[in-house]
């Protein structure tokens, strides 16, 4: 009997389309689309249903942006050629030219793909909050009806039939959030219990309002994304260290970087990842972990997909079968300590206070489209990590006022493609 393991993917980028490009801003979304999301079209094309796929309105905002794809392409074919040729001319090595030659087939693919919305459509089921908001942290049950039913209308509008999957901003999960959800349509998302129901118990739960809770395998997360996972073996490339232009030329272990040994420890930890799998499995992911930040992820997983017949195991999406009663914990994450804590500091009170600004109806969609802009997860989370210098903050403050400003009814430069259809009706909605 062959075990079952699932994989969710989500897809997200937080909104950088018109707001800066190095080395904060649109330079984030394009590395994403030549490293990550290109790739791994190639592989859901090749072997489609094999994994879940949830990409968030904001990241589709902006893919279907006017000129987004076109300034991708000009980066792809003219700032990353520049670039490598002035290392190159410094110090020579084969690293480098592996490096330019990738971002050259990133070009090329970009070009005949075209519309990558188009391209992603056949694999993309699920859905998330329109602007990856922590939802236990907002303040109203309208607030989280705006920024669900703004998620679910964006991706019905895009992909048409939608059977009810839902990310969780961060896997952030409160018991009170399950009402709101069954609501808007949702039927199945993954929660990170680990702590909740310990590390061995992975049952599907089914909250009092029909909503299946998928509980994540963190041990078999862990193989992957835990500091000392699969990428920090030493043959992979090391994406800290760069040369002057930003380029990355070593392996993790200092050596220059070899592609074909890297390959072989991709196959190699695949083997490994689908050997410790001892029972069914539902495993979630960021997809720009595969590809962006660990450069042969999506070589990883092509080989887990090639090598899981082999090893007994079936690829396939998550199933609810005789779930158990949910219990009824304190909120969830798969952030730090599995709580809330990574994003419950100052810009939340800030984010709750303008939501309750909004209330009543007198919200005009400029304001609200600003208040969407206002909760995303990836302000506070970028402060957090500190990676980002004051950019984060930047964006937040500027999201802050411009929302003050459209709800006084004042001028405010306009947000070009963020949240083009926000769901007002249902933040009025009693």
Known sequence: MSIRLSIVLHTHMPYVEGFGTWPFGEEWLWEAIATSYLPLLDLLDERPGRMTLSITPVLADQLEADGVLERCLAFLRDVRPASHALDLAEAPSAALEYSAARYAQAAAALERRGDLLDAFAPHVSWTSSATHAV?????????????????VEAFRTRFGTWDGGFWLPECAHAPWLDRLLAEAGVHVT???????????DHAPRLSAAGIALLPLDRAAIDRVWAPDGYPAHGAYRDTRRLTARAHQAWAVDGTPYDPDRAAEQAAADARDFLWHLQRDTLVAFDTELFGHH???????LRAVLEQADAAGVELAPPVVEDPRPAPDPPPTSWGNGRDLRTWSGELAWAQRAAELAALGGAASERALRELLALQSSDWAFLIDAGTAGDYPRERFEGHRAAFLAALAGEGAPELRNLAPRPAKWAFVQP
């Open 294 to 300: 660990w450069h042969e992820g999506v070589t990883f």
């Open 190 to 200: 993954c929660v990170d219990w680990t702590d909740v129901l310990g590390p061995d």
């Open 135 to 151: 939802l236990p942290l907002l303040a109203t049950d309208a607030g989280v009806r705006l920024q669900v039913e703004t998620g």
